[in-house]
């Protein structure tokens, strides 16, 4: 069986002998976001739209164009335009908010939990302990990348019920882990052989998380805000309410998303009847679990301790940073290995910035604006028209929010309140369908949800394929869940 390491050094050759990207393509990624920013802001203004929320949706555009094309760095676009709303006080006139508002995002708990899951992945690397929980999963199911696919979504599926972050479960418990296997393939990230396999684990890992976060009132933070919006106005949902309604959606969602896109974004490497032999002896040489190996388990079983029992006591954020310091302490890590971790100061900054900018659409009022817009369409249609365009335009128009709990927050309570006077329909029914978007709407874009920006980060999944696939995958989420939810929550008299 060909090692990792030759593959590795051909693949490396291979991306060295690949010629450069045309002069006319790059000059296009460059002038794309450009040229869609200048295009909106000379733009009539929409009437009832402030004149500063129409400038700041034509630079929060031509943000979204950049991180797209890329002409540079995601994290240095999100930065530049973080700076120009300030300069420009699109969002606050004044020179001290408008401070606080563009570094608001760099005090978020999710993104310094995304940098702590970048951190428990250098301490599973480190360690080696990563590569030997790989190798058992390899020896155990690896005789097929299919089976590999559904290892990693009942591992999800496992802690979704317990764990109220897709963050600490995917990007700090899942990703850690699954990072170590294609490298065992010889499948590198940044490089072709990124498609052998490490594509198709790392998009299915996130693709079932956006699952399993819906399938539970308790599998993500905005599930147990959206059901405190609820009750605010009289909607009363149990935790068993919610996962009854969701149960048959979820259920064959579940079951076909591993299968899926094993078809649509194939891995190359299909079968390896020789790795399962292959990673038994690759055990064999790494002998008995470590000190270092036992101290990094112990740390993470902490962490998940706190992030399951304690969510009352202690905020998942702190929980992970609490456990990456002692990975210092107790050194599993050196310091100069976490500020020397590029990849993670990058998506943090990447992430912080979107985030900042996607909150930017709240404080202009923008997102009031185009919430409004979309009520006034609903009169006079059929209550089931009515409610699969609203819980449409909730679930798309996530294409302008970098947090999950930032939608939740700005947008339940006005579409609550369009939901409830739609005739014929139940409001706890329309309340459910609009809940349940918010786990499966984390497919749509790479900064869509926290993990998002941890698999983006790991370089297996192209910009390209993250946009075009997580459209794809989105339509399939929202159209079989309302097929199969709304006849579901009739036939339970919800």
Not at 39 to 60: C, D, K, M, Q, T
Not at 136 to 154: D, E, K, P, Q, S
Not at 359 to 371: E, M, P, S, Y
């Amino acid at each position: 069986m060909t090692t990792p390491a030759t593959e590795l050094r051909t693949e490396n050759v291979l991306a060295r002998q690949n010629p450069a990207l045309p002069v006319w393509l790059t000059w296009v990624r460059a002038v794309a976001p450009f040229a869609i920013g200048i295009v909106i802001a000379i733009s009539p203004v929409p009437h009832g739209l402030p004149v500063n929320a129409w400038r700041y949706f034509a630079l929060f555009a031509a943000v979204i164009v950049g991180v797209i094309t890329e002409p540079i760095p995601a994290a240095a676009i999100g930065l530049a335009g973080i700076v120009i709303a300030t300069v420009g006080r699109l969002v606050y006139a004044s020179p001290a908010q408008a401070t606080a508002w563009a570094l608001s995002g760099f005090g978020n708990s999710t993104v310094w939990l995304v940098f702590a899951a970048y951190m428990f992945a250098l301490g599973y690397s480190k360690t080696g302990l990563g590569r030997r929980i790989s190798l058992l999963l390899i020896r155990a199911m690896g005789r097929r990348t299919l089976g590999l696919g559904y290892a990693i979504a009942l591992a999800d599926l496992a802690l979704a019920p317990l764990m109220p972050s897709n963050t600490a479960r995917s990007g700090g418990t899942i990703y850690p882990v699954i990072q170590n296997i294609p490298e065992l393939y010889g499948s590198q990230p940044n490089d072709p052989s990124a498609r052998k396999i490490g594509a198709y684990l790392m998009y299915t890992a996130l693709a079932v998380t956006c699952v399993t976060s819906s399938m539970f009132a308790t599998a993500l933070a905005p599930n147990v805000l959206a059901v405190a919006l609820a009750a605010k106005i009289g909607i009363t949902i149990t935790w068993t309410t919610w996962f009854k309604g969701f149960a048959p959606a979820g259920i064959v969602l579940f079951a076909v998303v591993p299968a899926l896109i094993y078809k649509i974004y194939p891995p190359e490497i299909k079968e390896a009847p020789e790795a399962p032999r292959w990673a038994d002896a690759e055990l064999l040489k790494l002998g008995v679990v470590s000190k270092r190996e036992w101290t990094l388990l112990a740390l993470v079983s902490a962490a998940l301790t706190m992030w399951i029992a304690g969510a009352k006591y202690i905020d998942a954020t702190i929980a992970a940073v609490f456990a990456v310091v002692f990975m210092v302490i107790l050194r599993v890590v050196s310091w100069d290995d976490i500020i020397g971790h590029s990849q993670a100061w990058n998506v943090l900054i990447y992430f912080a910035t979107l985030l900042t900018m996607a909150a930017g659409l709240a404080d202009t009022h923008f997102v009031d604006w185009i919430a409004k817009l979309i009520a006034s369409t609903f009169s006079g249609l059929s209550p089931v028209t009515s409610t699969v365009l609203l819980v449409g335009a909730f679930y798309f128009i996530h294409y302008l929010f970098a947090s999950s709990t930032a939608h939740a927050s700005a947008l339940i309570p006005v579409f609550l309140g369009v939901a409830i006077k739609i005739p014929g329909v139940s409001p706890t029914a329309v309340a459910l369908l609009l809940f349940y978007m918010l786990g499966l709407m984390g497919i749509l874009t790479p900064y869509a949800t926290g993990p998002s920006p941890i698999y983006y980060g790991g370089g297996y999944i192209k910009s390209k394929d993250f946009w075009i696939f997580g459209f794809l995958l989105s339509v399939m989420f929202f159209v079989i869940s309302m097929a199969i939810t709304i006849p579901w929550l009739r036939f339970l008299h919800i």
